[in-house]
């Protein structure tokens, strides 16, 4: 097998156990608080949950430009091992906490070392040719995409069975895994006698350098409008699907079940459309899943049955599977030889400000329009990028 069929499939591996060991506990992470953690009233809870949920997104969003300007610098493995083994220990450390602030330190601490996703998506796109990187970026997806559905499954399995604090150790295991598979596999052709030699420029430096590219801007801001506009209702569809079916024993499965097809439809669709990508363009892999995810949210606000929903969120999932990998793709297109790492790195920040700021802003605003109104809003603004992309990324194109 090529070699970077190796790193892909291996790193596809890793970023399958680097998902679900993170996706474990966050669903229970308010259970944990109340059973563990000796909290009993229900806003504190709340708060203490959304904080630090939060915690990480914004440590992640300050700190992931620096490590991709390291990884330029050092190689991609290097942080990818630095990122899976810091978090491994940062896991474990999470199951002995005794108080929410504890909890708290540690997942921003884990923000700040964070980071084995955008230096596998940075390896990836620097190890494959560029006629295979929209089905690179779809694999690669696709494995992350697994790990995010079968986490909250396997982690509500384990609560059941074992309770909450050995969660933590799994998932430290799981990450410790994924890093050590990666340090014997994966190989990584890296100068660093080289790389040394390129000018050293500062992290704002290089994020000037690189908005001067065109096309970068609009690519870190298409980004940063996915993720708001995917997440803002995302908290508020389990209540959703009580609405729909009612307060019954399986109330919990369907909530998870329609939680979870999405990702389940994202990762049969990202690797087909990441090689349709290779064949006809990521550019409108891109603008056809923007607007086909616009198009599924919207019918998501009158759905009369968890059937109804199911099925909208099934197609949803399908049209999802071309959005952050083809803008991977394309970053990866725009971006010189060299500078690849900080890239990712300040796309990974972008990521990470959407995860942060849509969940927020959706509960905010659901006070006022409700889980409907959320999910016609977000459909409308990925109409809006949609459209706005298609001109600005063309204009971009013919300026170029």
């Given at each position: 097998?090529?070699?970077?069929?190796?790193?892909?499939?291996?790193?596809m591996?890793?970023?399958?156990?680097?998902?679900?060991?993170?996706?474990?506990?966050?669903?229970?992470?308010s259970?944990?608080?109340?059973?563990?953690?000796?909290?009993?009233?229900?806003?504190e809870?709340?708060?203490?949950?959304?904080?630090?949920?939060?915690?990480?997104?914004?440590?992640?969003?300050?700190?992931?430009p620096?490590?991709?300007?390291?990884?330029?610098?050092?190689?991609?493995?290097?942080?990818?091992?630095?990122?899976?083994?810091?978090?491994?220990i940062?896991?474990?450390?999470?199951?002995?906490?005794?108080?929410p602030?504890?909890?708290?330190?540690?997942?921003?601490?884990?923000?700040?070392?964070?980071?084995?996703?955008?230096?596998?998506?940075?390896?990836?796109?620097?190890?494959?040719?560029?006629e295979?990187?929209?089905?690179?970026?779809?694999?690669?997806?696709?494995?992350?995409?697994?790990?995010?559905?079968?986490?909250?499954?396997?982690?509500?399995?384990?609560?059941?069975?074992?309770?909450?604090?050995?969660?933590?150790?799994?998932?430290?295991t799981?990450?410790?895994l994924?890093?050590?598979?990666?340090?014997?596999?994966?190989?990584?052709?890296f100068?660093?006698?080289?790389?040394?030699m390129?000018?050293?420029?500062?992290?704002?430096?290089?994020?000037?350098?690189?908005?001067?590219i065109?096309?970068?801007?609009v690519?870190?801001?298409?980004?940063?409008?996915?993720?708001?506009?995917?997440?803002s209702?995302?908290?508020?569809?389990?209540?959703?699907?009580?609405?729909?079916?009612?307060?019954?024993?399986?109330?919990?499965?369907?909530?998870?079940?329609?939680?979870?097809?999405?990702?389940?439809?994202n990762?049969?669709?990202?690797?087909?459309?990441g090689?349709?990508?290779?064949?006809?363009?990521?550019?409108?892999?891109?603008?056809?899943?923007?607007?086909?995810?616009?198009?599924?949210?919207?019918p998501?606000?009158?759905?009369?049955?968890?059937?109804?929903?199911?099925?909208?969120?099934?197609?949803?999932?399908?049209?999802?599977?071309?959005?952050?990998?083809?803008?991977n793709?394309?970053?990866?297109?725009?971006?010189?030889?060299?500078?690849?790492?900080?890239?990712?790195?300040?796309?990974s920040?972008?990521?990470?400000?959407?995860?942060?700021?849509?969940?927020?802003?959706?509960?905010?605003?659901?006070?006022?329009?409700?889980?409907?109104?959320?999910?016609?809003?977000?459909?409308?603004?990925?109409?809006?990028?949609?459209?706005?992309?298609?001109?600005?990324?063309?204009?971009?194109?013919?300026?170029?």
């Open positions: 097998m090529q070699r970077w069929k190796i790193n892909l499939f291996v790193l591996g890793g970023s399958f156990l680097v998902m679900a060991g993170m996706t474990m506990i966050m669903p229970f992470l259970l944990y608080l109340q059973q563990d953690l000796g909290l009993s009233n229900e806003h809870i709340g708060v203490w949950a959304g904080v630090i949920f939060a915690a990480n997104f914004v440590t992640s969003f300050l700190f992931q620096l490590w991709g300007k390291l990884s330029d610098k050092y190689g991609r493995k290097m942080m990818l091992l630095r990122s899976g083994f810091g978090m491994s940062v896991m474990l450390l999470m199951g002995f906490a005794s108080a602030w504890h909890l708290l330190v540690l997942r921003m601490l884990n923000g700040v070392i964070s980071g084995f996703m955008p230096a596998a998506v940075s390896l990836v796109s620097a190890t494959t040719p560029k295979r990187m929209g089905f690179a970026m779809g694999t690669l997806q696709s494995g992350g995409t697994a790990g995010a559905i079968l986490g909250p499954f396997m982690g509500g399995l384990l609560a059941d069975n074992f309770g909450f604090r050995p969660i933590f150790y799994i998932t430290g799981l990450l410790f994924a890093s050590l598979l990666s340090w014997v596999l994966v190989h990584e052709k100068d660093r006698a080289e790389a040394a390129q000018p050293q420029v500062s992290v704002l430096k290089g994020f000037r350098d690189l908005m001067v065109r096309q970068l801007p690519l870190l801001t298409v980004t940063f409008l996915i993720q708001f506009a995917m997440l209702p995302m908290p508020l569809i389990p209540l959703f699907v009580q609405k729909l079916h009612g307060t019954t024993d399986d109330l919990a499965f369907y909530a998870g079940f329609v939680g979870s097809v999405t990702g389940l439809s990762m049969i669709c990202a690797p087909l459309l090689k349709l990508s290779d064949r006809i363009g990521a550019m409108r892999i891109l603008l056809v899943s923007l607007a086909g995810a616009a198009v599924m949210l919207i998501q606000a009158f759905a009369g049955s968890v059937g109804q929903l199911l099925i909208y969120r099934f197609m949803l999932g399908c049209f999802m599977g071309g959005l952050i990998p083809t803008v793709a394309l970053v990866r297109r725009y971006t010189p030889d060299g500078m690849e790492s900080r890239a990712f790195g300040f796309n920040s972008a990521l990470s400000l959407g995860n942060m700021m849509g969940p927020v802003m959706g509960g905010a605003l659901s006070g006022w329009i409700g889980i409907e109104g959320l999910f016609i809003l977000s459909g409308a603004l990925l109409f809006l990028t949609c459209i706005w992309a298609t001109k600005a990324l063309r204009v971009r194109q013919a300026a170029k």
